[in-house]
């Protein structure tokens, strides 16, 4: 079993950044993707970004440029440093790992963008 600890979400101004990191641990195995997954209110789960354990990133077109993600293999944690933030990314995100054939997802963290 994988647990997934996510910090970071909170409330910023449009323009803004914040910064979201997620531990995983348990049974991890290599390789290994983590990622980034959101969904607001009414709409499906989306993915943002993710990243594997030789660190190859994909990015939503939505995000590309102003989402960065970044992993620390070595303490099985993942990083989403967002800037330039649009009322469009308030959404719950989740944290995730694909090991041993299976998904495992975080708890979720709000980000609210909004003046």
């Known amino acids: 079993q994988v647990q997934l600890v996510e910090s970071g979400g909170g409330l910023v101004q449009p323009g803004g950044s914040l910064r979201l990191s997620c531990a995983a641990s348990g049974s991890i195995f290599r390789p290994n993707t983590m990622a980034w997954y959101r969904q607001a209110p009414g709409k499906q789960t989306e993915l943002v970004a993710s990243?594997?354990?030789?660190?190859?990133?994909y990015y939503a077109d939505s995000v590309k440029g102003r989402f960065t993600i970044s992993t620390d293999n070595a303490k099985n944690a993942v990083a989403l440093q967002m800037n330039s933030l649009k009322p469009d990314d308030t959404a719950v995100y989740y944290c995730?790992?694909?090991?041993?054939?299976?998904?495992?997802w975080g708890q979720g963290t709000q980000v609210t963008v909004s003046s």
């Open positions: 990243i594997t354990s030789s660190s190859s990133t």
């Open positions: 995730t790992i694909n090991t041993g054939g299976r998904r495992f």
